[in-house]
């Protein structure tokens, strides 16, 4: 079959080759043939040496979706033919972290496809804990409305879960990308009653408008933030901050900007340490949450998108052939901020 190749030695660090098709190796795996896959930041994060725990040499891609085409012995609920969406996360289902829903951290998966094994890039993809790792695509939507419900509509779920929104509340989400503008969608359905986005991007801002994913927008390079925030707070600030922009100082905005007594939930990946000035925020008497993302609500969210309760369709902003996967990651690499997410067929 053919498959991108993550090669840290080649000057591209890709390349598209022919490879064997995988085969079920443990009776819990499932082999699918992938129908729309997807590039993620953290793909690219791969490529430029950031992430350590990569293997060389493995098919990059963890956001996908397919069709089931061969189970072990051990899979109990899936069968030859069953339209899957898959969780970037593999997990058992089983183990202390597992039973307790914290699946990032399962003591036998985690991040492995298209990290430290084969994951979505390719023809076909071997899904280690079938039965745990994919959900059944409801009849009424396609592969590519479900596409992103493994990665990062889950990663908005898990932000908006995070801040414990109680209906009317009046949230901050700091990065209007696309984990940011799916945390939008899902606060908003958690009972959010006013959510204000901050972004440097004014075209992004203008999306989350367009799309009503948002009530306010702030520019923190054309708006005081801080006059706007007490604007739209009654001086009190945010009930709930949820930041997922991961840039130099929105770690630092992202404390300030809530209301004494709130929860700051962290999804954003950071390229430096942090510091967190204790001295200053004494009284505040803020929570902190931070993670990646425990995707544990994706059957909830598929259950959502197929109701017409949320989509995350606006997001694909080109669509490519699987066979042009290396121009569409170039082009990825270098794209305007209004290119949000690629479909590859
Ligand atoms: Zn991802
Ligand atoms: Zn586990």
Known sequence: MKA??????????????????????????AIIKVEV?????????????????????????????????????????????DRVAVNCITFCGECYFCKRGYINNCQYGGWELGCKINGAHAEYARIPYADTTLNLIPDNISFENALFVGDILSS??????????????????????????????????????????????????????????????????????????KELTDKRG?????????????????????????????VAMYEENQILPLPYMYGKNLTFKTGGVDAIYCKELLELISKGEISTDFLITRRFKFDNIIDAYNIFQNKKETDLKF???
């Open 4 to 29: 991108l190749i993550y090669n840290k030695n080649s000057d591209n660090k890709i390349e598209l080759k022919e490879i064997a098709d995988p085969k079920i190796i443990n009776p819990k795996d």
């Open 37 to 81: 896959s997807s590039i993620c930041t953290s793909d690219i994060h791969i490529i430029q040496g950031y992430v350590p725990a990569a293997n060389n040499n493995i098919v990059l891609g963890h956001e996908f979706t397919g069709t089931v085409i061969e189970t072990g012995e051990q899979v109990t609920k899936l069968k030859k033919g």
């Open 156 to 229: 908005g779920y898990f932000a908006a879960k995070m801040i414990e929104i109680q209906k009317g509340d009046n949230v901050a989400i700091i990065g209007a990308g696309p984990v940011g503008l799916c945390s939008c969608m899902c606060a908003k359905y958690l009972g959010a009653e006013k959510i204000t986005v901050i972004d440097i991007s004014q075209e992004r801002l203008q999306i989350a408008l367009n799309h009503s994913l948002c009530d306010y927008i702030i520019n923190p390079l054309t708006d005081n933030i801080e006059e706007r925030t």
């Open 238 to 266: 945010f009930d709930g901050v949820i930041e997922a922009a991961g840039g130099k100082d929105t770690f630092q905005l992202a404390w300030k900007l809530a209301r004494p007594n709130s929860i700051v939930g962290i």
């Open 343 to 345: 479909a590859l067929y």
